[in-house]
Each structure stands twice: as C-alpha cells, then as structure tokens.
C-alpha cells in the first residue's frame, strides 16, 4: 500500500513538474512560433519572419496598402499605408498622401518591436582603431572617409557600449593600396568584429557601411541592428540583419541572400 502511495506521489511530481516546464518554456516556444514580421529597409529590401525563419522577398505586389509602423533617419513617421511603385508611397487613413524624405524603416509584426534612436558622432580617441588596424595589417596612418562612433546600450545593462565604423572606400584625394571598411564594438575593453571588408584598390571597389537602426526583432529586450553597406553609384546598397549569438556578431538576414 506504502508503495502505491509512493507511486501515485513520483506520478504527480512529474505531472505537475511537466506542466510547469511546459508553460514556462512551451508556451514561449509556441508564441515564437507565431511571430509573423515584415521589415521594409530602403526601397530595395523586405525581409519576412515566419515560423522562425527569415527569408527575403522581391514580391513587393503582396504587401502593397497594408499599414506599417513608418520610421525615417531611425525617428517614427507614424503608422501608415504603404504601397510600391518603383518606390514607396505611405497614405493615412484618408487615403492623403504621407511625404518620405530620409532613410525607409517600416515595421508590420503580430508582436511588439522596439526601435531606439541613437546619435552617430565623430571618432576621437583612436586608441581601439588603432588596434583594429594592426590587427588587420593595415597602417595606423591611413586615411580615412569615414569616421563614426556610436554609444548605444544594446543589451539594456545599464551601460552603453561602443560601436565604432571606419572605412577608407571612394578616396577622393588620395590613392591607398587597400581598400577596407571595419566596423567592431568595444565592451570592457573587449574589441567584437561586426563587418570586416579588406580587398585590394581596384577603383571604385568596396562599400561604406553605416548603422541604419536599433531594433528588437525578437521582443527578447536586447537589441538587434540593421548595418548598410553603400556600393559606389547604381550598385545598391547592402542591408544586414544583426544579432549577438555565443559571444560573437551573426548576420541573421541580408539583402545578398
């Protein structure tokens, strides 16, 4: 009889154990399962999340006069209609015509989506650059066309880290031998590559990158980004997708499939 008891215990320990796993985990699990996300970056890139994958599309048609969260230069525009006609075209609920002047972010998701602004400064303190470059093979004496810095709390700690960008590509008055664009992030004096492009000057060779946006995609409080990389005249741009994994940047989409 002692036993059976013992048996009846030992089956409700477990029982209760895997409900409690299944809604702390299981619950979540499906939830994720259903996120449901359009990410419309310029006007040559949508990405779509659905049953945890990430996949690009060219079928612009499909997401024509549906509403999108609207952000120009990384500040909300507003909640808008969106429609495509060898650009982008937002209305309101009248149907009134919505101005688009800057750098296109517009968000449709089942779940909630943060996107953060944050300020893109002029590089001071060379100290970490210098080590990026040497650690490149590259002269701490290059010149460079860009130069930015930016302090941004990605992973709400309370402390911002420092996301910096260099490149040297479409010198205008001057000639390296290199061509190279860098972008890392420093946290406790830790340097974390982000993008590294280095190839040899062939004139109008390389890209400049710049941080387009700040953006929880996975609603798990710490922050995705969407890093461009210009192409010189009518090659485009390259648009990719950012997540911090196991201790190191990973692209989790972009635009070059």
């Known amino acids: 009889m002692k036993m059976k008891k013992a048996y009846i215990i030992l089956i409700i320990i477990l029982v209760i154990f895997f409900?409690?796993?299944?809604?702390v985990f299981g619950l979540d699990n499906i939830k994720k399962n259903s996120y449901d996300t359009t990410?419309?970056?310029?006007?040559?890139?949508?990405?779509v999340y659905k049953k945890q994958k990430w996949m690009n599309t060219s079928k612009y048609e499909d997401f024509n006069w549906k509403k999108y969260d609207v952000y120009l230069n990384n500040e909300i525009k507003g909640n808008y209609y969106l429609t495509y006609?060898?650009?982008?075209?937002?209305?309101?609920?009248?149907?009134?015509?919505?101005?688009?002047?800057?750098?296109l972010l517009a968000i449709k998701s089942n779940y909630d989506i943060s996107?953060?602004?944050?300020?893109?400064?002029?590089?001071?303190?060379?100290?970490?650059?210098?080590?990026?470059?040497?650690?490149?093979k590259i002269s701490k004496t290059s010149k460079f066309t860009v130069?930015?810095?930016?302090?941004?709390?990605?992973d709400n700690d309370g402390e911002e880290e420092e996301f910096y960008v260099i490149s040297n590509a479409f010198p205008m008055d001057f000639d390296p031998e290199k061509i190279f664009s860098l972008v890392f992030m420093v946290e406790d004096e830790e340097i974390y590559p982000i993008y590294t492009d280095i190839s040899d000057n062939t004139g109008f060779n390389g890209c400049k990158p710049y941080f387009n946006s700040f953006i929880d995609v996975d609603?798990?409080?710490?922050?995705?980004?969407?890093?461009n990389c210009a192409k010189y005249s009518t090659n485009g741009v390259s648009r990719m997708l950012y997540k911090y994994d196991n201790n190191e940047f990973k692209i989790l989409i972009s635009n070059n499939k």
């Open 147 to 154: 130069s930015h810095k930016i302090d941004f709390d990605y």
């Open 85 to 103: 006609n060898d650009k982008w075209y937002a209305f309101d609920n009248k149907k009134n015509a919505i101005l688009l002047d800057g750098d």
């Open 219 to 227: 609603n798990d409080s710490r922050y995705e980004f969407i890093l």
């Open 19 to 23: 409900l409690v796993m299944f809604f």
């Open 39 to 47: 990410i419309m970056v310029g006007e040559d890139t949508i990405w």
């Open 115 to 136: 996107v953060s602004n944050f300020d893109t400064n002029e590089i001071s303190d060379l100290s970490y650059v210098n080590r990026v470059l040497e650690d490149n």
